[in-house]
């Protein structure tokens, strides 16, 4: 196979599928459908409120997947003694960001779910990172951590509540100068929030000041772990994308520890999303611990940098079948793309354009 050749997702997907291959984790394949009641009782979790549905011959009510993570959760064993470590590309049917209306995506991700210790959050959190190289852009991955940022609000006195988070979500500090005088926090603990919440930077440019933020406000196990994973990250490989920001969040009612996006040059909204989900295993009456992510390949379909549709046009007049054959072969041999039309497209972007008269070049 001819990986240049391949139009930019399908090269993107065919290198996710070798990067997690390389790391152990199994190919996962499921049904296209699943009892809509999964999805009734989650739908905070997906990330588009539509779903397709339709009545089977049981009379039980169906719905075309929106989301892969649920269903594996659902088909899969509760083991909190070992890591189970799945990658998927499937197809899911919801509203794409790109057309606002129902379509096919192809989605890719992974999900590592049991015994979640540092090293597995941060070998997560990696191969989140090698993904994004894989889509021919520079990318950096912003990411915060819930736990980190719960443990702030209890030493402030704000409550983890859906409003707060989006005003953090936000960076909505006028909001937030207004709920702390509310509940009668002192100027000097808001003040402490909003410049925990105004921190941005590459990890290895911030850290040493969040470290310093934080210390004697977020438990030392807490701070631990987060500081530990945070400099292993930085000092890995793609070090230099990783970006650390509070106002990353997620929902609290599914999501705990770090969470993360990413973000590609050119693309408007993040082309990938994770994090910790124990507290929506929890929810779904399971001991293990979780964390994965996806990537949204239906983003970059829609941005995908194509200069060309083909390398070669060739253009015929007075040719028999074998001389347009013999120039068509002789081109593909050489690694090169061809489309052979009797005139020249309005709609196609080629890199060369042959005409062939009489069996040769002209």
Known sequence: MNIESLQQSERILFALRGLYDKYGYVRYKMNKFEEYDLYARNKDFLISEGVITFTDTNGKLMALKPDVTLSIVKNTKDDDSRVQKLYYNENVYRVSGGTHSFKEIMQVGLEAMGDIDDYCIFEVMSLSAESLACTERNCILEFSHLGVLSEILRYVGIPEE???MRCIGEKNAHELTGICASLGISEEKCALLKNILSVYGRVDEVLP????????????GTLSSFVGIARALSNSARGEMYY??????SDIRYYNGFVFR?????????VLSGGQYDTMMAKMKRKSGAIGFAVYLDMLEQYEKNEYDVDNLLVYEDCTVSQIKAQTDALIEKGES?????????????????????????
């Open 162 to 164: 859906q409003s707060v």
């Open 209 to 220: 000041e969040v470290r310093k933020l934080l210390t004697g406000i977020v438990s030392e």
């Open 244 to 249: 650390l920001d509070f106002s990353i969040v």
């Open 262 to 270: 990413g973000f590609a040059e050119g693309i408007p909204s993040s």
């Open 338 to 362: 061809v489309l052979v039309q009797k005139s020249i497209p309005s709609d196609v972007k080629y890199k060369k354009l042959i005409r062939l008269q009489g069996g040769k070049r002209i």
